[in-house]
């Protein structure tokens, strides 16, 4: 992810007039096309660590699984909402997972008896009781050109 440095008056005045981040272009994960989408993620606790916001195709046998994502960005966590924005290939069905990775070391925590020690999320605010949520409860539809997603963290 590029940091940029140097903003314009007006630049600096939309982004304290927003409230949200100010996302360029270059920022957003994939290639370029005009089918942009805004991910948001509501209720993080700390400015600790990074958020690790993955971008999951339309198969729910490559949702969670290794090598299974379209595209990830991990972000500085900021509170109480992290922003980031992906380009993706094509309107259609998309899921998220995202984790807050409190300590940055670029791996889900979870306790000895396996329960996560890191605030997760999924697409959909997809509930999960024991285990992950059913493929079918985080699966959304990605409309034709820029658009807006937005899901909560949740805490052990």
């Given at each position: 992810m590029k940091v940029r440095t140097g903003l314009t008056a007006s630049a600096f005045a939309l982004l304290v007039s927003a409230g949200t981040p100010v996302l360029a272009a270059?920022?957003?994960a994939g290639k370029p096309s005009e089918h942009r989408l805004t991910v948001s993620v509501?209720?993080?606790r700390a400015a600790k660590g990074e958020v690790a916001i993955t971008i999951y195709p339309d198969d729910a046998k490559r949702f969670l699984a290794p090598k299974g994502k379209l595209l990830r960005?991990?972000?500085?966590?900021?509170?109480?909402?992290?922003?980031?924005?992906?380009?993706l290939p094509a309107p259609g069905f998309y899921a998220i997972a995202v984790y807050h990775d409190i300590n940055a070391d670029q791996d889900f925590n979870r306790s000895l008896v396996g329960m996560p020690t890191e605030g997760y999320g999924f697409?959909?605010?997809?509930?999960?009781?024991i285990g992950l949520p059913a493929y079918n409860t985080v699966?959304?539809?990605?409309p034709a050109g820029p658009s807006r997603t937005a899901l909560r963290m949740r805490y052990p």
């Open positions: 270059e920022d957003c509501s209720n993080i960005q991990r972000v500085p966590a900021r509170t109480p909402t992290t922003s980031t924005c992906f380009y697409s959909n605010d997809a509930p999960t009781t699966r959304f539809r990605v």
